[in-house]
T-cell receptor, first 109, second 113 residues
Framework: SQELEQSPQSLIVQEGKNLTINCTSSKTLYGLYWYKQKYGEGLIFLMMLQKGGEEKSHEKITAKLDEKKQQSSLHITASQPSHAGIYLCGADNANDMRFGAGTRLTVKP | DTAVSQTPKYLVTQMGNDKSIKCEQNLGHDTMYWYKQDSKKFLKIMFSYNNKELIINETVPNRFSPKSPDKAHLNLHINSLELGDSAVYFC????????????FGPGTRLLVL
């Protein structure tokens, strides 16, 4: 089955700083999803990437898919405390979705 | 208006008890899932149902039994609860079996004492 590795595992940044989270797959990526989980809450769908080179943005969050590298990156510009949470990448795996272990983001005011 | 809802939100129970978690989606989706998120926040699929039929049954103990009375509901029944069952359980749904965006419920925090 497909394995997803996220890096870093945790990240602490000062408010206003930019940051990047990476998600690397052990297999070819056919669909890559990014979710955000606020502490103690459910998962919120952020965006989905399907094509190599595809880039999508949602407010100050941008995600890219590098099909050749089997990797996706999530970039947050000018981070805010509201960006804090756990970011999970998920990928299509036959009949279900597999997730990475998550990246815990803390934004210090 | 909640798309995917779960009840209860919190569940505290004694070891050995039997409990159920309910999930309902009003999105008209064909596929529903149960995930377990452990203390390390790792999210792992347990079951997948497509139009009331079991599609995926990952390696979970027999004590866990999903039940889908109709396309909009997928309940999770757990027998003889163990300490290791403590986790957050998420229900999700998607328009088709795999390959589509999944929408998650708020999660059910289960604590087994």
């Amino acid at each position: 089955s497909q394995e997803l590795e996220q890096s870093p595992q945790s990240l602490i940044v000062q408010e206003g700083k930019n940051l990047t989270i990476n998600c690397t797959s052990s297999k070819t990526l056919y669909g890559l999803y990014w979710y955000k989980q606020k502490y103690g809450e459910g998962l919120i769908f952020l965006m989905m990437l399907q094509k190599g080179g595809e880039e999508k943005s949602h407010e100050k969050i941008t995600a890219k898919l590098d099909e050749k590298k089997q990797q996706s990156s999530l970039h947050i510009t000018a981070s805010q405390p509201s960006h804090a949470g756990i970011y999970l990448c998920g990928a299509d795996n036959a009949n279900d979705m597999r997730f990475g272990a998550g990246t815990r983001l803390t934004v210090k005011p | 208006d909640t798309a995917v809802s779960q009840t209860p939100k919190y569940l505290v129970t004694q070891m050995g008890n039997d409990k159920s978690i309910k999930c309902e989606q009003n999105l008209g989706h064909d596929t529903m899932y149960w995930y377990k998120q452990d203390s390390k926040k790792f999210l792992k699929i347990m079951f997948s149902y497509n139009n009331k039929e079991l599609i995926i049954n990952e390696t979970v103990p027999n004590r866990f039994s999903p039940k889908s009375p109709d396309k909009a509901h997928l309940n999770l029944h757990i027998n003889s609860l163990e300490l290791g069952d403590s986790a957050v359980y998420f229900c999700a749904s998607s328009p088709s079996n795999g390959g589509k965006t999944q929408y998650f419920g708020p999660g059910t925090r289960l604590l087994v004492l």
